[in-house]
């Protein structure tokens, strides 16, 4: 894509990025009015966290040294991101040039994901600081699953922004740093699916060795490939939600023609529905392969058919009918519940039917609570920063180009 006006000269660039940092209106927007004040109240408990440690602010014990926040910001926050291979698999692989107009965006948001809900680890360890370890070689096990976990972690988030750099070279202008991240595109995809299909399964490889402590319900040797199979589909939910989001809060910075946008969305549709039936095939075959018919008539049982039918098998069915109606609200309520089902699934492993038998149960306090919200939010404040000042979607061809004090803020490129 080609920029349409004259770049900042280099000696601006530093005054380019700090009127860039400024707010920009309308500000006092009912989404700002309700997040900064829980964002201010999330970062003044992360304080008092790192003070007095974790205990003076959650409900961690000895049965459940995992709560909500690696539970919700971690299990569930990665399976979320999963739309950043699924989509880079279908461009660059399968060379479906249908979703490129909105490649770049969606890469951004699983490199934020990642950055924010797997940096959320920090949060959760009692010695911050040990993250290091698997790093810089201090008593750690190359067996681990958890040292292939972090690894794989720390390199895609290294590749996804390698990944993203282009268009931050092409807002700077740097064209010849543009032209070098921009010939490493199709091996650092390459590489992050390699990686995303390995760490994907890993996160659910690691509750393996938890066989006695989760519910026979949740538990099977095939947790690494439910894991894997359901990020497919969340991760599409979540770009089709993102979607339609910034489409009406962010229309103006986008410029893909409503009839291709439609046809996008309803291609993702497709995607998600056989995803997710291959994910409710695969549970029913273990289902009845384990025959737990007996647990169906118990509380955990009526959870346990909740989440398959209700959030699992429901939305795929929403998806294969919005789908073939061509209906966007069908599609976009499929999403959501698609996402809750996910959310859900990976609780109950992690969480709710974790030491299900325990009567020390755990229940994050509101400060957990309100630090996952803190997380979630800060996340799409710096998306929405990054959407609204370069060129993660194709820019409408009449749009008009922010200045301060005479530098540029925005490109102009023609739409996909």
Excluded at 204 to 230: Q, R, T
Excluded at 351 to 361: D, G, K, P, Q, T
Excluded at 375 to 400: D, G, K
């Amino acid at each position: 894509m080609s920029a349409t006006h004259t770049s900042p000269p280099v000696q601006g660039t530093f005054r380019f990025i700090w009127n860039e940092m400024k707010p920009r209106p309308p500000f006092w927007t009912p989404f700002n009015m309700i997040s900064i004040p829980i964002i201010v109240v999330g970062m003044v408990i992360l304080v008092y966290r790192f003070i007095y440690g974790l205990g003076s602010v959650t409900n961690l014990n000895q049965d459940y040294a995992w709560g909500v926040w690696k539970g919700f910001n971690v299990i569930t926050g990665v399976a979320f991101a999963g739309g950043a291979y699924a989509l880079c698999f279908t461009v660059y692989v399968m060379r479906l040039e249908k979703y490129k107009p909105i490649i770049r965006v969606t890469v951004l948001n699983g490199f934020l994901a990642y950055v924010f809900y797997a940096g959320a680890l920090i949060l959760e360890l009692g010695r911050p600081w040990n993250i290091l370890n698997p790093i810089i070689g201090n008593d750690f096990g190359y067996n681990s699953v958890l040292f292939l976990v972090a690894w794989h972690f720390l390199l895609y988030i290294i590749a996804q922004f390698l990944e993203v750099s282009p268009v931050v070279a092409e807002w700077l202008d740097a064209k010849k740093a543009y032209r070098v991240l921009y010939a490493m595109t199709l091996g650092l995809v390459v590489f992050g699916i390699t990686l995303s299909f390995l760490h994907q399964s890993g996160l659910g490889a690691l509750f393996l060795m938890a066989k006695p402590k989760i519910h026979p319900l949740w538990f099977s040797e095939f947790i690494p490939i439910l894991f894997f199979v359901s990020s497919i589909f969340a991760g599409i939910s979540l770009v089709i939600v993102e979607g339609t989001l910034s489409g009406r809060y962010l229309k103006e910075h986008i410029g893909i023609p409503e009839a291709q946008s439609r046809a996008i969305l309803f291609g993702l549709a497709k995607g998600a529905a056989i995803a997710s039936f291959a994910y409710y095939f695969f549970k029913l075959l273990l289902f009845l392969h384990e025959g737990h018919w007996d647990l169906l008539g118990t509380g955990w049982g009526l959870w346990y058919l909740v989440e398959v039918f209700g959030l699992t098998l429901l939305p795929c069915l929403l998806f294969a009918l919005g789908y073939r109606h061509r209906s966007l609200g069908i599609v976009q309520t499929a999403a959501w519940l698609s996402l809750l089902g996910v959310l859900i699934n990976r609780l109950n492993v992690s969480l709710i039917a974790f030491n299900w038998e325990s009567v020390n149960r755990y229940y994050p306090t509101w400060m957990e609570i309100v630090v996952s919200l803190t997380v979630v939010l800060v996340e799409v404040w710096v998306f929405r920063w990054f959407v609204t000042r370069m060129n993660f979607y194709p820019r409408p061809r009449a749009a008009r180009a922010h200045t301060a004090d005479g530098v540029p803020a925005a490109r102009l490129v023609e739409t996909a």
